[in-house]
């Protein structure tokens, strides 16, 4: 079964409003942590948020915002104000056991487009 | 946050040459490296982890004897590709691990093999 499931491979968005990228997961180890990362056409991986399996609050940071719903195993990356940098693709990630370091589960990535 | 630099950034070699690629965590001690490999709109695949002074931890179905990890110290990986073909060719990204949670990734190399 996939780790990581990103169900959306593009989305369109116009520039000022907010988008949500889904990402489900399957676990079942009880201490997980969830990452969301963007990748620009430049390659590089850039961090975006993270959410702990026991964090009691969504994770915010700035423009970014992880809807997390432990029972239903998602962690949506909602993000406010879209620009026009926005546009890349972003990738949804697990780690189990957060302490061990364990491997990273990777989805296969959302394609977001801002418009003008 | 902190950071991880890969070099070169960009390499075409000739099939049957050897490649290496540097991964380099510039302001903090990385005692796990991973390398992922990353083919054209596809997700991150891990290839390898590898643990400052011991061995790489392969994952199944990558050829350890092609691709040579070494981890000599807490700020330096190296990847090499050895007699490189074409199907090769990939995006490498490395990352290194500080601290609880926190997985820093280089900028990515890109292998061209002709």
């Known amino acids: 079964a996939q780790k990581i499931t990103q169900t959306q491979p593009g989305m369109f968005v116009q520039e000022k409003e907010a988008v949500t990228l889904d990402c489900t997961y399957d676990?079942?180890?009880?201490?997980?942590?969830l990452f969301w990362y963007k990748q620009p056409s430049s390659g590089e991986m850039i961090f975006l948020i993270y959410q702990g399996s026991y964090d009691q609050q969504n994770a915010t940071e700035g423009r970014y915002s992880l809807n997390f719903q432990k029972a239903r195993k998602s962690a949506n990356l909602v993000i406010s104000a879209s620009q026009l940098g926005d546009s890349a693709m972003y990738f949804c990630a697990m780690r189990e056991s957060p302490n061990t370091g364990n491997q990273f589960y990777f989805g296969t990535g959302t394609s977001l487009t801002v418009i003008p | 946050g902190a950071v991880v630099s890969q070099h070169p950034s960009w390499v075409i070699c000739k099939s049957g040459t050897s490649v290496k690629i540097e991964c380099r965590s510039l302001?903090?001690?990385?005692?796990?490296m991973f390398w992922y490999r990353q083919f054209p709109k596809q997700s991150l695949m891990l290839m390898a982890t590898?643990?400052?002074?011991?061995?790489?931890?392969?994952e199944q179905g990558v050829e350890k004897d092609k691709f040579l990890i070494n981890h000599a110290s807490l700020t330096l990986s190296t990847l090499t590709v050895t007699s490189a073909h074409p199907e090769d060719s990939s995006f490498y990204i490395c990352?290194?691990?500080?601290?609880?949670?926190?997985?820093?990734f280089g900028p990515g190399t890109r292998l061209t093999v002709t």
């Open positions: 590898s643990n400052e002074g011991s061995k790489a931890t392969y």
């Open positions: 302001d903090f001690q990385a005692t796990t």
């Open positions: 990352s290194g691990k500080r601290e609880y949670n926190e997985q820093y």
């Open positions: 676990t079942s180890d009880p201490s997980y942590g």
